[in-house]
């Protein structure tokens, strides 16, 4: 996809991996980006970091869970920006916790925001694309969406859906000239990372190397784009040697405890787990195995 003279519509984009997004399409000449997160005063200070690119710059303080304001926004946003060429779908949440301890609001919220907000507004700008014959639809899932992670089950769910998802409009909209395409990061340092401690020991992305990706990925025409070579190397050992995924989830993971306990116990064992200390408990769980 050609960048030069696109308009962009990126949720997500007050920070994080959204916001690295933004800049890496403004720094390769996009047109216009529409900015679009709940936090206005955040999204205020990224639009003038592209405006200060070159790179007109909109922004739109909404909550993807409100399906009616999304539908006016969306109809507002046509008819005074007019076509949008590329909607890249990135705001997400993530909560931790034991299945047994989840509570329903955070599941509730993980659903909305990363399901049904990303169903809504790609309903709404994929109908326009159809039209105009021509669009490119980023989906955000994760490593998570390949690879279930213990603790996170909502969160994995709703990634492993919008993997399907992707796949479904991919071939159904391809007769309208529109590309559907999934980005799936590893661990990437933003704040959604920073709560979720339980999996320090992997090696974190940067936002920017995650939206440089995208970038590579879209040039290539891929339509799955993994992340870095922890994801690579974790899809292909699901692939070929399953149950070694499984005992590295089994010790990168610490076991299911009650609330209380897990962030005592966390807290005390996580610093005092070094990375080689893993390695060592890993080599002999494999031994007691084989
Ligand atoms: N960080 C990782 O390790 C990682 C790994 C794999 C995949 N991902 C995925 O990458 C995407 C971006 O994550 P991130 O790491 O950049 O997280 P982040 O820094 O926490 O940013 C999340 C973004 O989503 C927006 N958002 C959340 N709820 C929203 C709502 N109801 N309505 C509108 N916007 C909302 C936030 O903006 P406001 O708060 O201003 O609304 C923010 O811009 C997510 O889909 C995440 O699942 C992240």
Known sequence: MKIQGKVALITGASRGIGRAIALELAQL???????????????????????????????????????????????????????????????????????????????????????????????????????????????????????????????????????GFTEALRRELAEYNIRVIALLPTLTDTDMMRDLKLFRWVIPMTPQEVAKALVTGMQNDSPEILVGWQSHLAVWCQRLAPWLLELILRIATPPTLTKQQSSQKLNKLIPKLSFLTKIHRFGDLFLSRT
């Open 29 to 163: 000449g996009i047109k216009r980006l529409i900015l679009v997160a709940r936090d206005r005063q955040k999204l205020v200070e990224v639009a003038k970091e592209i405006e200060a690119m070159g790179t007109e710059a909109a922004i739109v303080a909404l909550d993807l869970t409100q399906t009616i304001e999304v539908n006016i926004v969306v109809a507002q946003l046509w008819r005074n920006y007019g076509q949008i060429h590329l909607l890249v779908n990135c705001a997400g949440v993530a909560y931790q916790s034991s299945f047994l301890q989840s509570k329903m609001p955070q599941v509730q919220e993980e659903l909305s925001v990363n399901l049904l907000g990303m169903y809504n507004l790609t309903s709404l700008i994929a109908r326009r694309m159809a039209s105009q014959r021509q669009g490119t639809i980023v989906n955000v899932s994760s490593l998570m969406g390949k690879v279930a992670a213990p603790t996170m089950a909502t969160y994995s769910a709703t990634k492993f859906a919008i993997l």
